[in-house]
């Protein structure tokens, strides 16, 4: 089973605050995701990457930035939190293929609040 | 772009009968079709996953068949469980390059004893 472990489980922040969500898999997969998840949204794509040094723009992708530092650390950066991400967010990684047909792993989530 | 639709956004019912979960898709490209469970307070994790037209795929008793001719891939299971009370996904890949996956906004299954 694909390990995919996110730091920290729970976060809680101040409008205009600066929050870094961590993520490291060890399956040695090119892909790694982040996903915010809200009700009535289901799960909606922030950022991905294929390998180190790369970044691919999501769907939603406003107000975050993220860096891949290496094949196994993904991270996703907010500068200027405001209450609109207040959300559980989950990092996922995928490989080796990259034509669609492979399988998703995530991470336990971490639940981020902005007051 | 991609997109997919469930329209049950809750479904209820009795320990033992059947449930059929709606989806629907849209992509320009080769679909890749996936089902994610996700129960309480846990991470999503795949329950089963189709590019076959009309080839049924069956995991943990779960059953769903793609069907391009009407962009389609319906969950169904003939009689549930109370442990299958959980957060449904259905999702695509459109099989462009760069494994993205588009989700529905989910359907959640609440089995009753």
């Known amino acids: 089973e694909a390990a995919v472990t996110q730091s920290p489980r729970n976060k809680v922040t101040v409008t205009g605050g600066n929050v870094t969500l961590s993520c490291r898999q060890t399956n040695s997969h090119n892909y790694m995701y982040w996903y915010r998840q809200d009700t009535g949204h289901g799960l909606r794509l922030i950022h991905y990457?294929?390998?180190?040094?790369?970044?691919q723009i999501g769907d939603v992708p406003d107000g975050y930035k993220a860096t891949r530092t290496t094949q196994e650390d993904f991270f996703l950066l907010l500068e200027l939190a405001s209450p609109s991400q207040t959300s559980l967010y989950f990092c996922?990684?995928?490989?080796?293929?990259?034509?669609?047909?492979?399988?998703?792993?995530f991470g336990s989530g971490t639940r981020l609040t902005v007051l | 772009g991609d997109s997919v639709t469930q329209t049950e956004g809750l479904v209820t019912l009795t320990k033992g009968l059947p449930v059929m979960l709606n989806c629907t898709y849209q992509?320009?490209?080769?679909?890749?079709l996936f089902w994610y469970v996700q129960h309480l307070n846990e991470a999503p994790k795949l329950l089963l996953k189709?590019?076959?037209?009309?080839k049924r795929t069956e995991h943990q008793g779960f059953y769903a068949t793609l069907h391009k001719s009407s962009s389609s891939f319906h969950l169904q299971k003939s009689s549930v469980q109370l442990s299958d009370s959980a957060l449904y996904f259905c999702?695509?890949?459109?099989?462009?390059?760069?494994?993205?996956?588009?989700f529905g906004i989910g359907t959640r299954v609440l089995v009753r004893p």
């Open positions: 999702a695509l890949s459109g099989g462009s390059a760069g494994n993205k996956l588009t």
């Open positions: 992509t320009t490209y080769s679909p890749f």
């Open positions: 990457s294929y390998g180190a040094g790369n970044l």
């Open positions: 996922a990684s995928s490989g080796p293929g990259d034509r669609g047909a492979e399988t998703l792993y």
């Open positions: 189709s590019s076959t037209d009309n």
